[in-house]
């Protein structure tokens, strides 16, 4: 009995520390999943949906109504008329809550020479612009900064201060223009997580057979072939750029300055 009382304890010895040698299974399983939640989320565009239409909306302008105008002290006056639009409203949408909102509502985008915009929550203000020329495009913006992209909604103006730049840009008005506006700036938080992609088209459309938009977006290439708003999702923290062209069926870019744009936005 003693004799296999030992042989017993020292099978059991031997047992345990094997046991003990033996690498652990589950660490081998937490190493995988790690991997996996680091891995780069893709880059994806949807369409936008859900926007209230303001079909009749509209937005004209009404100072200054000559093409030249003088520089003044403190900006040029301008002045729009609105119609059907609350400007200062927050849009009636859910949308408010899942994407870039102003807290000051619904407003204007004003666009000169296709540089990032100002916000104008009133219809009139002043505006400095540099002596030369210029081109202006305003429409009406939800409080989510999504354009209405109705024909009476928008307006498009060349300004002279003073007298005509003797290096202006290269832009016909009454030709296809790409006009960017978002994404523009800081984005911190949640609405990191979905980027609006909009901008606005003058005498164009977009189709599969016909012109489109090409958006790059931190180098991936994405074709735009409807005229709606897009989310962007799966940017990484830090600085994205965004570009934008608008080409013809063949792939070219088409006549004129605006129709290619870069924007650089951070998200924090």
Known sequence: ??????SLFALLAVL??????????TETETEVEVVEETA?????????????????????????????????????DFAF?????????????DLTGTLA????????????????YSAHYEPTFK????????????????????????PNA????????????????????????????????EYTGDVTENLLLDFYLLNTTLSEGGNYVKATI??????????????IKGLPKGEATVKLELLDKDGQVLPGAFNTVERTVTLK
């Open 1 to 6: 009995m003693k004799i296999k009382f030992v």
């Open 16 to 25: 345990a520390i094997s046991c003990k040698d033996k690498p652990k299974e």
């Open 40 to 76: 780069e989320t893709p880059i994806t565009i949807e369409k936008l949906e859900g926007s209230p239409a303001y079909a009749e909306a509209s937005l004209k302008i009404t100072k200054p109504t000559a093409e030249t105008v003088k520089a003044t002290a403190g900006g040029i």
């Open 81 to 93: 008329d609105v119609q059907n639009y609350e400007l200062g409203a927050q849009t009636d949408s």
């Open 101 to 116: 909102n102003s807290g000051k509502g619904q407003h204007i985008h004003f666009i000169v020479d296709n540089d990032p």
């Open 127 to 150: 505006k400095e612009l540099e002596e030369g020329t210029h081109y202006l495009v305003a429409f009406l913006s939800r409080s989510y900064h999504e354009s209405v992209k109705n």
């Open 154 to 185: 928008f307006i498009a103006k060349k300004v002279v201060v003073g007298a005509e730049s003797a290096d202006a840009p290269d832009v016909d008005l009454s030709e296809p223009t790409l006009i960017y506006s978002r994404p523009k700036g």
């Open 218 to 231: 931190n180098g991936k290439e994405f074709k735009l072939t409807e005229w709606v708003p897009y989310v």
